[in-house]
């Protein structure tokens, strides 16, 4: 199996046992009697490893390589699924958000930073990657549920435990897949603020969590709109996951659009579609409508992840791609922890509609700056 392949499955893997796990939390945590305002705050404990050592994950990844940061990042991951199928109570599931979350930090920076340094087409295998990502984004809440519904949420942990044996393993018997040639980091002290003076690269970061937001924004707030004009529940599912589909089939065809324009200009693009049809969807009601639009906002939002992840490669000093990635993570999760709050206070002042017209502004701030990258 061709190396960037061989990454992609093992990510798949881990990032399988994060999104799975927090259908397990959320469900576990309503069965204890949490309130749906603790499950939110269960919820965003995953981000907090993250922001707390993206920058030191990914300078980790360059001093000593990707590794053993990928083997902590496992290791984190399979304890917080043994910890969560031996105890079943809500400190529990705590210590399980915060055991992933570092987990995910970890193997994530590195992995990425892995591929980023793999011989061949950079955009190609970062789309590659990223196809990982709506792999486990469908798989991972899909064998949540059945496992919860058919043996219990101790099982559905021990489920997922089994997948970090597959990057253990792997990553313990073929050392030779992260033995990369990847640039030396500086001699020095390294200051992780120098990176966002660096105009190009603080553009990219900006993106990131400006796109992150924008992904945020439309699955947290599609369920309030369609329930808003009387959506079935199941229709409402349905608008979601050909969105889901739509950024799936966008990342196969990516490396041949690139292959006929910048990456630049294909990132401005695709932000310029995708704020288009944000303006217009609090038009929409019709099922077919809704359908549509958010197949193509998806193809527009599907673009971002790669496009930025390899601009963000090709702008990191030498030495310092995995600070980059780390950087790239404190800024998706910040988008992540920030979006659910401030845009329920913004709907509820001004309505679902100006949510999807502020989405449409942030998409068009996106597709600016990707110009001017």
């Known amino acids: 199996m061709a190396p960037v392949y061989l990454a992609t499955a093992l990510h798949t893997a881990i990032h399988a046992c994060f999104t799975g796990s927090k259908v397990i939390l959320s469900l576990l945590a309503l069965e204890l009697g949490s309130s749906p305002a603790l499950v939110g705050a269960l919820i965003a404990c995953y981000s907090l490893a ?18 053993i940061p990928m083997i902590f990042g496992a290791v984190f991951m399979a304890l917080a699924m043994l910890v969560g199928a031996q105890w079943q109570t809500l400190a529990a599931l705590f210590a399980v958000a915060l055991l992933v979350g570092a987990g995910f930090v970890f193997f994530i920076v590195s992995v990425q930073n892995l591929v980023g340094v793999m011989p061949g ?10 196809v990982g990502y709506s792999v486990s984004n469908f798989i991972g809440p899909l064998i949540a549920g059945y496992a919860i519904e058919y043996g219990g949420h101790a099982t559905a942990f021990l489920v997922f435990s089994a997948f970090t044996l597959v990057p253990l393993c792997v990553l313990a018997l073929n050392p030779a897949l992260t033995r990369v040639a990847a640039p030396k980091p500086p001699d020095g002290g390294r200051n992780a603020l120098e990176l966002l003076r660096l105009p190009p690269l603080r553009q990219q970061i900006i993106i990131t969590g400006l796109s992150m937001a924008a992904w945020e924004l439309f699955v947290f707030y599609l ?36 292959a006929k324009a910048p990456v630049e200009h294909v990132l401005a693009a695709s932000m310029l579609l995708a704020a288009c049809v944000c303006a217009i969807f609090p038009l929409l009601t019709e099922p077919y409508a809704l359908i549509s639009a958010s197949f193509v906002l998806g193809l527009g939002l599907g673009c971002s992840q790669p496009l930025s992840l390899t601009l963000s490669f090709e702008r990191s000093p030498p030495g310092r791609s995995g600070e980059v990635a780390g950087l790239r993570l404190i800024a998706t999760n910040l988008a992540r922890f920030v979006v659910p709050l401030a845009s329920g206070a913004f709907g509820s002042t001004l309505g679902v509609g100006a949510v999807f017209w502020m989405n449409a502004v942030n998409l068009s701030a996106i597709s600016w700056l990707a110009k001017r990258s």
């Open 223 to 258: 369920p309030i709109y369609g329930h808003g004009i009387g959506l079935a529940p199941s229709l409402i599912g349905i608008v979601l996951s050909v969105f889901a589909v739509a950024t799936f089939l966008v990342r196969f065809v990516l490396s041949w659009i690139i």
């Open 50 to 67: 993250p922001l707390a050592l993206g920058v030191y994950s990914g300078r980790l990844a360059d001093t000593i390589g990707m590794r």
């Open 121 to 130: 087409n950079r955009a190609r295998n970062y789309s590659i990657l990223t």
